[in-house]
């Protein structure tokens, strides 16, 4: 079926956005949901007029591939930020459709909207959530799967899954049978039997097997499962978890004295598997891997079982030895240590133990694994150490910007005050080149001063947690405007507010934050008196305050710029300053956990919008 632009009265009642794209390019209607989204009229969008709520760093791609589309007449999909009406980018995703006559002549195209930015937070929150659960089932040992039981009987595993199961994740290919040909062959009649009860009903999915990894490794498994079913009480997924357990059966079979069965086991797996006496003088048993990681001999392990405790490295074997409950005759125990090899190298090992009873609830053994986990220790360190080198990066970068615009003052100072001296003394006494020379020196050591005194301000910006405490907002633009009264009086400003929240910080701070701001806003004006509003609204767990003006506004183009060191966005011939103000505000916020963003266009004003966490207390 061609698509065809639908009856206005139809697009507007769509729950989506709607536009219509003619052979010429050129964009002739919007339905409703694109201007109540937009905030503008259909006179103001159509053309290319709605181009100019696309988001400066998504423009270029989004008229790239939606004019490859157009000059193609092939379908296309876009997602890109796009302005909403109170100033706000929403991530859209856009369809584009070719429109075609009856006889297949090109009509334009026909395109639909959509809101998915609370879909694209959720999928980061959901990326995130997805790597500690898979950090959560490699410390513990258990992956999750997920049976479809009514569609293609599709299986997904998690990666800690494939892990236990020793397969890539490209391998299991979501079949069902590729799962159950690494079932061990004397165990799958069971295992069948079982799955099919399970997804019948009849009982619920809990497991002990054994399974053959593609190396041929031996190990066995726990699973079990819930089953979900619809409004009709049919099955229609079965959800489950998987734990390695080769360590409990291989203590079991050690323990039921099937020798043969459990040295099978034991020699084929990664770990070291050991058990000794609950005194810790007999060591029973410690499987080959041990010679692999240790480097050391099994038999020497076994004629002295202390020269286990004397290979962990001496930093560690304090806290190793603590570590063990007396005797072990209460509670299983992990502990992280490094041992050191017979050649020098430290290897971090993952040791684990269980203590085994009798039918009297006597301890009689202890048996345990040991794991190498160099590789995930030395992941943790490089990462613990590139944390630590940028925060001393950027506290000595501070200290440098400190000291250099501190020690920058005085030689400064000096020059400014011989400045001063030749321009009263020689001024209108020689040349007017002389004297326009005499003007520009004077003014260039003015504007480094003040960019010295605004970096100064910068590097000091240090909130500390002991420092931070209720402040009222009232109180912090009260003395910003004392500070601002000069200027404010000559300017001819008008300043109306509404009642500020308190929220945690530091006043001195705030109150520089909020005094630039205000400078702003009676700076960049045009010719009419600057008009400022300030207000404040609770959004959940913070207020967000904002500081709005009636001056020259802003072009979107140039938001992300503006709260970077020394940008200017105009000459200093028609506005003075040094480009550090908003950088400041910014520094300011960020150090009390807070965010600071702009809504504004060009001859529209402007409103600085500021969050900052609540405290107890709502007003000032």
Not at 273 to 282: E, L, N, Y
Not at 393 to 412: K, T, V
């Amino acid at each position: 079926m061609k698509p065809r632009p639908p009856p206005p009265d139809l697009a507007d009642a769509a729950p989506v956005m709607i536009w219509v794209q003619e052979t010429d390019g050129k964009h002739t209607f919007f339905n409703r949901g694109w201007l109540q989204f937009t905030g503008r009229t259909l006179e103001e969008e159509v053309g290319d007029g709605w181009t100019r709520g696309i988001h400066p760093e998504d423009r270029k791609r989004w008229l790239d591939i939606s004019t490859r589309s157009f000059d193609s007449h092939i379908p296309f999909r876009i997602d890109g930020r796009l302005r909403r009406h109170d100033g706000e980018y929403r991530w859209i995703f856009t369809t584009g459709m070719p429109r075609f006559a009856a006889d297949g002549g090109f009509q334009g195209f026909l395109g639909s909207c959509i809101d998915i930015t609370d879909r694209r937070l959720s999928e980061d929150q959901a990326k995130q959530n997805r790597f500690f659960l898979e950090k959560a089932e490699e410390v513990a040992h258990v992956g999750y799967w997920v049976s479809d039981l009514e569609g293609d009987g599709r299986l997904v595993w998690s990666r800690e899954t494939y892990r236990i199961f020793g397969m890539d994740e490209s391998s299991l290919d979501g079949r069902a049978e590729n799962y159950f040909a690494r079932v061990h062959p004397e165990d799958l009649p069971f295992v069948r039997a079982e799955s099919q009860a399970a997804a019948e009903g009849r009982r619920p999915y809990d497991v002990e097997h054994r399974i053959v990894r593609p190396d041929g490794a031996l190990r066995w498994v726990h699973q079990r499962a819930e089953i979900e079913r619809n409004s009709d009480k049919k099955p229609v997924r079965m959800i489950g978890v998987c734990q390695d357990i080769t360590g409990r059966k291989l203590a079991e079979e050690a323990l039921r004295g099937s020798e043969e069965r459990f040295r099978l086991m034991a020699d084929h797996i990664n770990e070291v598997f050991w058990m000794i006496d609950p005194q810790r003088r007999r060591m029973y048993y410690v499987s080959p891997g041990y010679e692999r990681i240790w480097g050391r001999p099994v038999e020497t392990l076994l004629a002295d079982p202390a020269t286990w405790f004397d290979a962990i490295h001496p930093e560690d074997r304090p806290r190793a030895l603590k570590a063990l409950p007396p005797n072990q005759t209460q509670e299983a125990y992990g502990e992280a240590y490094r041992i050191i090899r017979p050649d020098g190298s430290a290897v971090w090992i993952l040791d684990r133990g269980w203590p085994v009873k009798d039918r009297d609830g006597n301890v009689y053994r202890i048996v345990g694994t040991a794991l190498d986990i160099s590789d995930l220790k030395r992941t943790e360190e490089e990462m613990v150490l590139r944390a630590k080198e940028l925060a001393r990066s950027n506290e000595e970068l501070e200290r440098f910007a400190y000291a250099a615009s501190h020690d920058l003052q005085e030689p400064l100072r000096m020059v400014s005050s011989y400045v001063q001296l030749i321009k009263r003394r020689y001024q209108g006494k020689l040349d007017a080149n002389a004297d326009e020379f005499i003007r520009y020196a004077a003014e260039g050591a003015h504007r480094m001063q003040a960019m010295i005194q605004d970096l100064l301000a910068y590097s000091r910006v240090d909130v500390k947690p002991a420092t931070l405490r209720p402040v009222a907002l009232n109180s912090v633009v009260d003395n910003a405007l004392a500070n601002l009264e000069v200027l404010a009086k000559e300017a001819g400003a008008v300043v109306t507010r509404g009642e500020l929240p308190t929220v945690i910080g530091q006043s001195s701070l705030l109150t520089q934050a909020f005094q630039n701001l205000i400078h702003n806003a009676i700076k960049f004006r045009d010719k009419r008196p600057p008009e400022i509003r300030i207000k404040a609204e609770r959004r959940e767990r913070e207020w967000v305050v904002s500081v709005a003006d009636n001056g020259i506004g802003i072009d979107p183009a140039y938001h992300s710029r503006l709260f970077i060191l020394f940008q200017r966005l105009h000459s200093r011939v028609r506005f003075q300053g040094s480009g550090l103000g908003l950088a400041l505000c910014k520094k300011i916020v960020e150090r009390h956990g807070g965010r600071i963003w702009v809504e504004s266009e060009m001859g529209k004003g402007s409103i600085f919008r500021v969050a900052l966490p609540a405290s107890d207390g709502i007003g000032g």
